[in-house]
């Protein structure tokens, strides 16, 4: 049955959509809490949307992959949680600079990018955790403060998370605005600027800043949006070249940060709903969804200012709830990610309380120290792995030469010794039966190991066992494989 064009385009705008929805709040939330006026965190939104835009666009047609970006929502989790910093929104945007140049070395430098990969998951888990704990709880506070508009937003949240769990963010703030208007909060929408303005905000560096802001923002960058969005990609069949993405993102993010915005990177959610095969049953054709994603962006950024209007008339309190039902889906699996496994589960406890302690020491913010007492955490419980046992060829002459004692399965040789032990051990000529797990190319060879780095279960933070791997993807070749058929 031939399948037209027109459901991936609305699978992509549909995609746009739900992202923008989903998380437009957040964002908002973290440049106005780092010192942004209402225009410069509207002109913030406008740009990460142009930048999102124009970078599907012409990632997906160069690669003729469905490569969806998206706004790093951790990173503006990140900012919601530090607050107001020294030498103020200024000071941020050359934090955000700062970010997006070590953005651009990674994708230059891969040893920056297996530095990345040493980090441990438990420990990457635990202060992304930390990071959004606090808006995470703002539900609840906002039911008991403002209940006749909380209550309905989180019942709505609830209903759709259960039956259709890609609109309950966007039912949510549907049903925010729904109970604005009945209930009133005492402003309307006369006199607001609906219409885009960009506005351009001189950098500034602070060193607290950058280390408060720039180092922890690349961070959650990395491990909880490129590294996720890479899996979902690799378990569609895809396998574009990380390092020059890397480097695209890196540098739209130098460009829009002077207008407000903190950072763009590859899309998880997104790239599942673009790179599946409810899009196109062809793989070739599903970059047409994220062009039209792309577009959509690029639309939804002209009501930048309509959005930030709606956001002020919104209780601060309500905003913030609704951005945290957006991130409860995060803060699961960071926490899975933080502590199923036993070893570091106490170096990723550590990390998360210093981490949602809030605190700021020396103007550095607590995401920097989490990580910091984390890592020393886990050097100081580190174990030394046991020394391997001893081999055969490690076995002193005087036993190695000794007979062993006849065996009543041991064949025998005429003059009843025993006959010389056979060799069982595999020889270099036999070949493993294949893993039925494993995908293959032409000619039933062992399908590149780079193909298989980014799974799905490697959606969490990126953790020590992936360092490897890492470096695999680094040096893809941007290929495409036909995803493998159940």
Do not use: K
Request: hydrophobic content about 50%; charged content about 5%; overall charge positive.
């Amino acid at each position: 049955m031939r399948h037209g064009i027109l459901p991936t385009i609305l699978a992509g705008l549909v995609s746009a959509l739900v992202g923008y929805a989903s998380s437009f709040t957040v964002v908002l939330a973290g440049l106005r809490a780092v010192g942004a006026t209402p225009a410069q965190a509207a002109s913030g939104l406008l740009a990460v949307c142009l930048a999102i835009g124009a970078t599907a666009i012409g990632l997906s047609v160069r690669y003729r992959m469905p490569i969806a970006i998206a706004w790093s929502t951790p990173g503006a989790a990140l900012l919601a949680a530090t607050g107001p910093v020294p030498g103020g929104f200024a000071a941020a945007v050359g934090a955000f600079l700062v970010a997006a140049a070590l953005m651009v070395l990674a994708g230059l430098s891969p040893w920056l990018t297996r530095a990345i990969a040493a980090i441990p998951a438990p420990i990457a888990g635990a202060m992304l955790a930390g990071v959004i704990l606090s808006l995470c709880t703002a539900p609840v506070r906002a039911m008991i403060d403002l209940p006749l508009l909380a209550t309905p937003v989180v019942l709505t949240w609830a209903v759709l998370f259960r039956f259709a769990r890609q609109w309950a963010v966007p039912g949510a703030l549907l049903a925010a605005v729904a109970a604005i208007a009945v209930h009133g909060t005492g402003g309307t929408l006369a006199g607001a600027s609906l219409s885009p303005h960009p506005v351009l905000s001189a950098p500034t560096l602070n060193l607290s800043v950058v280390v408060s802001i720039a180092i922890p923002l690349f961070l959650v960058t990395m491990a909880a949006q490129n590294v996720p969005g890479m899996a979902v990609m690799a378990a569609n069949g895809y396998t574009p070249p990380l390092r020059p993405l890397l480097v695209v993102t890196g540098v739209a993010n130098a460009a829009v940060a002077p207008f407000g915005g903190h950072a763009v990177n590859l899309a998880a959610i997104t790239a599942a709903l673009t790179a599946g095969p409810d899009t196109h049953p062809d793989p070739r054709r599903r970059w047409v969804a994220t062009v039209a994603m792309g577009g959509g962006q690029l639309a939804l950024g002209l009501g930048a200012s309509l959005a930030m209007a709606l956001v002020l008339l919104s209780p601060p309190i309500l905003v913030v709830a609704v951005a945290g039902l957006a991130l409860l889906p995060a803060l699961g699996s960071s926490l899975a990610s933080a502590v199923t496994q036993p070893e570091g589960r106490e170096a990723a406890v550590v990390t998360f309380v210093v981490t949602a302690s809030g605190t700021t020491i020396l103007g550095i913010g607590s995401a920097f120290w989490g990580l910091l007492a984390g890592g020393l955490t886990a050097l100081l419980l580190h174990r030394r792995r046991p020394a391997p046992a001893a081999t055969a060829s490690s076995t002193p002459p005087s036993t190695a030469n000794a007979p062993e004692p006849h065996s009543a399965n041991t064949p025998t040789t005429a003059g009843n010794e025993p006959a010389p032990a056979r060799n069982t051990a595999p020889t270099a000529d036999v070949t493993a039966p294949p893993d039925h797990n494993t995908p293959s190319t032409a000619g039933n060879e062992p399908a590149p190991a780079r193909s298989t780095t980014f799974t799905a279960d490697t959606a969490a933070p990126l953790g020590r066992d992936a360092a490897s791997g890492m470096g695999d993807a680094c040096a893809g070749d941007g290929s495409t494989r036909e995803p493998a058929r159940p």
